[in-house]
């Protein structure tokens, strides 16, 4: 090719440049630099010229290669940043938009109840806490004063792990490591800065019908100090039942049991009417839920010794109290993402549970 021909070559790829999109663009370096492309071709002539002659047009066709590999890279500058510009203005968010009702979403009932007991014991000072949902049997079982042998275990079926892990059957396991972390910390027995935590959190059990899920929620309360007692068990949970219903006239039982955990142990019911299902109202009992004196065995098993400390512990189920709050018929409704039924029992995003509000 004659030496004037390479401005013509120049001059109609870069015309081509400055006209291609995105993916011309990519076409034209690959049919002028790639392996068959046209310059790369010129540059294949250089190996039969004589020296002087391949000099000098070596020479010229560096500036041409050095010329068109910039015009390829702005071009692309200029395609990349107006592709981003249609992205931003077509991906914009008006966040002054009005809602879209049928896109809303809602707080999840589950969610709900949990903020409201957060809200009524943070306001009794109780700390809340969280903890695995794999927990060793020790944790789960065994420190809980529940031996390998105990009838406790069968009626807490579980999922057991490769390496005797466990699906904790309860939120428990938490208070163990709470202990243990206090028995540890010496200025906290020193000084003994009271345990007080609730423990929300998932829960696993091999149960599944209407009113059981192998997977559900729990909370579970733990106090520990010098002179816990009874009394102090029945009016913290007087005061929740009654905060949680939202009804302070509430009638409230205690009912003796057994838990492997605690000693005495208490079944809780609350006053309702069987027949129309109102809380509050009627003369029949509902049991709500488990609570107890931590059993000194426990108290030991952590470090703690029963003789200077004492304390009680509780267990609610999340999804039953609010099946109960909210006329919610079957258990399994929880968990199955139906939005209409989320529209209908969830609550609005931008109403955090507040108790001075009431629930
Ligand atoms: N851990 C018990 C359960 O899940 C509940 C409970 C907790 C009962 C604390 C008494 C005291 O069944």
């Not at 540059?43 to 047009?57: I, Q, Y």
């Not at 914009?92 to 007991?117: F, L, N, Q």
């Not at 079957?330 to 609550?347: A, I, K, N, T």
Request: glycine share 8%.
């Amino acid at each position: 090719m004659p030496a004037n021909d390479l401005n013509l070559l120049q001059a109609q790829a870069e015309l081509k440049i400055a006209a291609a999109d995105s993916d011309t663009l990519e076409e034209l370096r690959v049919s002028l630099l790639g392996k068959n492309g046209a310059i790369t071709a010129e540059l294949k002539t250089l190996g039969a010229m004589d020296p002087d002659a391949r000099k000098a047009r070596g020479a010229e066709l560096n500036v041409l290669k050095t010329v068109i590999t910039q015009a390829l890279a702005e071009r692309r500058a200029v395609l990349d940043a107006a592709a981003l510009e249609s992205r931003l203005a077509a991906e914009r968010i008006d966040v002054t938009a009005p809602v879209r009702p049928e896109i809303a979403g809602a707080i999840h009932p589950i969610s709900r109840t949990t903020e409201e007991i957060a809200a009524i014991f943070s306001a009794m000072g109780f700390a809340i806490k969280d903890g695995p949902d794999i927990e060793n049997d020790w944790n789960n079982f065994s420190a809980l004063n529940i031996a390998a042998h105990h009838p406790a275990r069968a009626m807490m079926d579980t999922f057991y792990l490769q390496g005797g892990e466990v699906l904790r059957t309860h939120t428990s396991p938490v208070q163990i490591r709470t202990m243990l972390e206090w028995a540890r910390s010496q200025t906290a027995q020193a000084t003994a800065q009271p345990i007080r935590i609730i423990v929300p959190g998932r829960t696993f059990r091999a149960d599944h019908d209407a009113t059981h899920s192998p997977m559900f929620h729990q909370t579970e309360g733990l106090v520990i100090g010098r002179g816990i007692t009874l009394g102090h068990l029945k009016g913290c949970l007087i005061d929740f039942l009654r905060a949680f219903f939202d009804n302070p006239a509430l009638p409230v039982r205690f009912r003796a049991s057994y838990f492997p955990f605690t000693e005495p142990s208490m079944e809780v019911d609350i006053g309702w009417n069987r027949k129309t299902g109102e809380i509050g109202a009627g003369s029949d009992w509902l049991e709500i839920l488990g609570s107890g004196m931590v059993h000194p065995n426990v108290l030991a098993n952590c470090g703690i010794d029963p003789r200077e400390f004492q304390g009680f512990a509780f267990g609610v189920g999340i999804e039953r109290i609010t099946m109960l709050k909210h006329g919610i018929a079957d258990l399994r409704l929880f968990y199955e993402s139906d939005v209409r039924w989320l529209r209908h029992y969830g609550f609005a995003s931008l109403s955090p549970a507040m108790l001075h509000e009431g629930f």
